[in-house]
C-alpha cells in the first residue's frame, strides 16, 4: 500500500522559515516525479514545486527564490525549504507523488501571520 507520510508543519511570522519533508513509502519512488501542493481557506489546490525523477526542480511564480525543492531517493524523502515565508503562503500543504493522478499525503498545516 502506497503511503505518503508528511511532516508536521507549523505556524511563523512573516519571514520565517520552515522545512517540510515527506516519506514515500512505496518502492517505485526514484521512477516519481514528487510534488508539493497547497490548498488556502477557499482556494482550489495549487501546485507550489515539483522536482522530477532525476532532481529537476521547477516551482510556481509566487515562491521562485523563497522555496527549494529536494529529494535524497535513497531516502525516499522529498523536502520543501520555504524561506521569507509571507502570508499569502499559508494553507494546507500536500505531498504528491506521481502526479495528480497519483497519490496524497494526508496533509499539514502552515501558518503565516503575525
Known amino acids: 500500500q502506497v503511503r505518503l507520510v508528511e511532516s508536521a508543519g507549523g505556524s511563523v511570522q512573516p519571514g520565517g522559515s520552515l522545512s517540510l519533508s515527506c516519506v514515500a513509502h512505496?518502492?517505485?519512488?526514484?521512477?516519481?516525479?514528487m510534488g508539493w501542493y497547497r490548498q488556502a481557506p477557499g482556494k482550489q489546490r495549487e501546485q507550489v514545486a515539483v522536482i522530477t525523477n532525476i532532481g529537476v526542480p521547477s516551482y510556481t511564480d509566487s515562491v521562485k527564490g523563497r522555496f527549494t525543492i529536494s529529494r535524497d531517493n535513497a531516502r525516499k524523502t522529498v523536502t520543501l525549504q520555504m524561506n521569507n515565508l509571507q502570508p499569502e503562503d499559508t494553507g494546507v500543504y500536500y505531498c504528491?507523488?506521481?502526479?495528480?493522478?497519483?497519490?496524497w499525503g494526508q496533509g499539514t498545516q502552515v501558518t503565516v501571520s503575525s
Open positions: 512505496v518502492g517505485t519512488f526514484s521512477l516519481w516525479t
Open positions: 504528491n507523488g506521481n502526479g495528480a493522478a497519483g497519490y
